[in-house]
């Protein structure tokens, strides 16, 4: 399965944006790319996907490498609301209804 | 929508004993996962149905735990019997279809203690 990096943690200051990045070297062209996020004691939650153009909606924008890998998750104005654990994970393979999560990345908003 | 029901968002129970975990998924939707999530594992696919029918339930840790979905809009996951190591949080979660780009719904989690 292909494999996503993200680091540990990051920091941000409440009202400013946060760009987090995510690597996926192995990616395949057919592969798409899922965000979530985990806020604490709830379950996972969507917050975008894309395949090779960059995305928007209203949560976040989603920023592709041309070459396809890396990505980087942009919150436009962080809240103390967005402090959670932030997945990269990728959409591959034929039957690819598996999300493999891994350790995510866990932002802390600084009020 | 209510989104993704689970039921009971707490379970206590002594080893040995048998738990049922509830979920009912979106309506409309026709695929559904169980996900158990520990600080060691983080969160892993135990199964996965697509038209209530069980398409891969190789994250099934053994035999002690099965998943049944008897209709669309109900499904269980039973461990039987319950071990301490079984202690973690297990999401069900829902999506209109399958395939690479479909959005998966979560449920708030069902916190089970095996004392």
């Known amino acids: 399965d292909a494999k996503t990096t993200q680091p540990n943690s990051m920091e941000s200051n409440e009202e400013e944006p946060v760009h987090l990045p995510c690597n996926h070297s192995?990616?395949?062209?057919?592969?798409?790319i899922h965000w979530y996020r985990q806020l604490p004691s709830q379950g996972p939650e969507y917050v975008i996907h894309?395949?090779?153009s960059n995305v928007n909606n209203r949560m976040a924008s989603l920023a592709i490498a041309e070459d396809r890998k890396s990505s980087t998750l942009i919150l436009h104005r962080a809240t103390l609301r967005d402090a959670a654990v932030y997945y990269c994970i990728l959409g591959s393979g034929a039957g690819s209804y598996q999300l493999t999560f891994g350790k995510g990345t866990k932002l802390s908003v600084i009020p | 929508d209510a989104g993704v029901i689970q039921s009971p968002r707490h379970e206590v129970t002594e080893m040995g004993q048998e738990v049922t975990l509830r979920c009912k998924p979106i309506s409309g939707h026709n695929s559904l996962f169980w996900y158990r999530q520990t600080m060691m594992r983080g969160l892993e696919l135990l199964i996965y149905?697509?038209?209530?029918?069980?398409?891969?339930d190789s994250g099934m840790p053994e035999d002690r735990f099965s998943a049944k979905m008897p209709n669309a809009s109900f499904s269980t996951l039973k461990i039987q019997p319950s071990e301490p190591r079984d202690s973690a949080v297990y999401f069900c979660?829902?999506?209109?279809?399958?395939?690479?780009?479909?959005?998966?719904?979560f449920g708030p989690g069902t916190r089970l203690l095996v004392l």
């Open positions: 894309g395949l090779t």
């Open positions: 149905f697509n038209n209530n029918v069980p398409i891969d």
């Open positions: 192995t990616i395949s062209g057919t592969d798409y």
């Open positions: 979660a829902s999506s209109p279809g399958q395939g690479r780009r479909e959005t998966q719904y």
